[in-house]
């Protein structure tokens, strides 16, 4: 069993920046690949980014393209989502879950275990 906790959420202005933060809890666990999903009131989740063990490969939404970056330190255990030019259409309470598989899902139903999520804000 894997325990995903999400930080670093909270409430920004549109244009600012925000970095989240993905801690799995059990050793050996940063072999899964990682995605960062989120879902607004009312909407469907969605992928946003996800990147692979070795984090030699990355995946994005359209929507996070070129504003969001995501990146990992596995001796750290942890997979961080790093936010740009946020707008208020990003507002979402945002989740990790990790993949056993080796490709990056943009699926939720391919991901195995999941974090409770922060919520992120961003006032226009």
């Known amino acids: 069993q894997v325990q995903l906790i999400e930080s670093g959420g909270g409430l920004v202005q549109a244009g600012g920046s925000l970095r989240v933060s993905c801690v799995a809890s059990r050793r050996g666990s940063s072999s899964y690949t990682v995605g960062w999903f989120r879902q607004a009131p009312g909407k469907e989740r969605e992928f946003v980014a996800g990147i692979t063990y070795f984090g030699d490969r990355t995946r994005y939404a359209d929507s996070a393209k070129g504003r969001f970056t995501i990146s990992r330190d596995n001796a750290k255990s942890t997979v961080y989502l790093e936010m740009h030019s946020l707008k208020p259409e990003d507002t979402a309470l945002y989740y990790c879950?990790?993949?056993?598989?080796?490709?990056?899902?943009?699926?939720?139903?391919?991901?195995?275990?999941w974090g409770q999520g922060t919520q992120v804000t961003v006032s226009s």
């Open positions: 879950a990790a993949d056993r598989n080796l490709a990056i899902s943009a699926l939720a139903g391919s991901y195995d275990y």
